[in-house]
């Protein structure tokens, strides 16, 4: 266990299906993902000597199509120590409200346009990760 474990945090607001957590814990996957291997390295340091298990991830995506893959995700990132969270809801100024969660394009298919105009829970990010205790000095 290193001494840094855990420190370093990434907040992925509007993640979507998850990719930038992939980015970054997988990097090698992803030769081609240069811009957020660039701000990663930046933000964490170097992806070659990078520890995963010393970036908690918080991952907030209000789309109830992608809760059963994020969820997947933590299961599988738990399984080699690192630190994901998936987070069910829409980030905003008000905590414990809700939203309504639109799909913006068309073209979407038949199960996404189902979901439009859905209820979804809100967050705000200091009301999530600062009593959880990553508010670390």
């Given amino acids: 266990e290193t001494k840094t474990r855990g420190r370093l945090v990434f907040l992925d607001v509007g993640s979507n299906i998850g990719n930038h957590v992939r980015f970054l814990y997988e990097w090698r996957l992803y030769p ?69 969660f639109y799909p913006e394009m068309t073209w979407v298919s038949p199960r996404r346009r189902a979901i439009a105009g859905k209820s979804v829970g809100q967050s705000t990010c200091p009301s999530f990760v600062l009593p959880t205790g990553y508010n670390r000095k």
């Fill in 32 to 100: 081609k993902a240069t811009v957020a291997r660039d701000f990663f390295e930046k933000a964490f340091g170097p992806q070659e000597s990078r520890v995963n298990s010393d970036v908690c991830v918080f991952s907030f995506e209000p789309n109830p199509d992608h809760y059963e893959r994020h969820e997947h995700l933590a299961k599988a990132y738990g399984s080699h120590d690192w630190r994901y969270t998936p987070i069910h809801a829409g980030v905003g100024h008000h905590a414990g409200s809700n939203i309504t």
